[in-house]
């Protein structure tokens, strides 16, 4: 069975991921023709390395390529068939992205597949739906420096757009400690609902189940089941247990703190910010509930980018 290494570079995390293919030769694949045989991420926070002027610096060309040559080299411990490498909102969105990402890969040896916003959201849907039919829905991706919305309708997905706010980027804006104060949580909130304003139509991504993917949303459902001392995080989530969760950041931060380090202690600074995203996205939305994904943007690269 061939092995084949997936590596996301993020805006927070970098991680690679090694899959065994039980037939690589399919038209189509499920969750069940694939298993990953390592996760490996190095919270790398590449965000950190933009410039006030909007460029990727040096130096974070050089933490990239850095990390890129560990996960590659790890990889070929697994005699991977291919090694891909693709890149999100932090490279995208550089005012230098062509020349950043050639940097990069001179520096690194690796190709590096820039994704759109609406690649990037589709792969999510493809990853998502590995598991599961979704006929109808929002699917939410919260990323370190976007959120990607995709509207899916007939089971099949539409209208993919991506907000320029993640959660780590929102955690840089707005956030002067590690976390934020009650006026901090505001203006997150607020600069998200200001973009969500701008969409030309904001009632097409409105239903009563979001479906979320992402670390930011499992840090999320981490965080729940240690608010409610669950043992295993839960796979849905209802509006009231993430404001429960603000609430508590709110009210108590020394408590709240004490139980995300437990929850997601590399999270903890993003984990607030991600909540507050959630958490405005479902009240525009109307939804009730959020149904919390195994599979995600990876996943789909690896099914249609890389298996086809």
């Known amino acids: 069975m061939p092995n084949y290494a997936v590596i996301d570079l ?4 970098i991680r690679l991921v090694v899959y065994e293919v039980k037939d690589d030769r399919r038209k189509t694949y ?16 590449l965000s950190a390395f933009v410039a006030d002027d909007g460029t990727f610096t040096d130096d974070g060309v050089r933490r990239a390529a850095s990390v890129l040559k560990g996960h590659a080299k790890r990889a070929r411990y697994f005699d991977c068939k291919r090694i891909d490498v693709f890149a999100t909102a ?10 950043a990402v050639a940097a990069i890969e001179r520096e690194s040896g690796l190709a590096i597949n820039l994704l759109s916003a609406a690649d990037e959201a589709h792969l999510g849907f493809v ?18 420096g976007s959120t990607e919305l995709t509207r899916i309708e007939d089971g099949r997905d539409f209208d993919n757009v991506s907000l320029g706010q993640g959660s780590l980027s929102s955690y840089a804006a707005f ?14 909130a607020g600069a998200l609902f200001e973009r969500l304003a701008a969409l030309s139509d904001r009632d097409a991504y409105r239903t009563d189940v979001v479906y979320g993917i992402g670390g930011s949303v499992r840090a999320a459902a981490k965080m ?9 995080r839960p796979k849905t989530m209802t509006a009231a247990q993430i404001r ?8 108590d931060p020394d408590a709240f703190a004490h139980l995300a380090l437990k929850a997601s202690a590399e999270r903890i600074h993003t984990l607030v910010p ?17 149904d919390i994904c195994k599979y995600g943007v990876r996943e789909g690269y690896l099914v249609e980018r890389v298996l086809g």
């Open 10 to 13: 993020g805006s927070n995390t």
């Open 224 to 232: 729940s089941a240690q608010m409610s001392r669950e043992i295993v």
């Open 30 to 45: 499920s969750s069940k023709d694939f298993k990953s045989l390592i996760n490996d991420k190095v919270m790398a926070g």
């Open 175 to 188: 956030v002067r400690a590690i976390l934020p104060t009650a006026e901090e949580m505001d203006a997150v």
């Open 90 to 99: 932090v490279l995208r969105n550089a005012a230098n992205s062509a020349e």
């Open 274 to 290: 991600g909540c507050l995203i959630l958490d405005t996205l479902m009240s525009a939305f109307c939804a009730r509930r959020l």
């Open 244 to 251: 429960a969760i603000l609430n508590l950041c709110r009210t």
């Open 127 to 144: 990853g998502a739906t590995c598991d599961r039919t979704i006929e109808r829905g929002t699917l939410v991706d919260i990323g370190g």
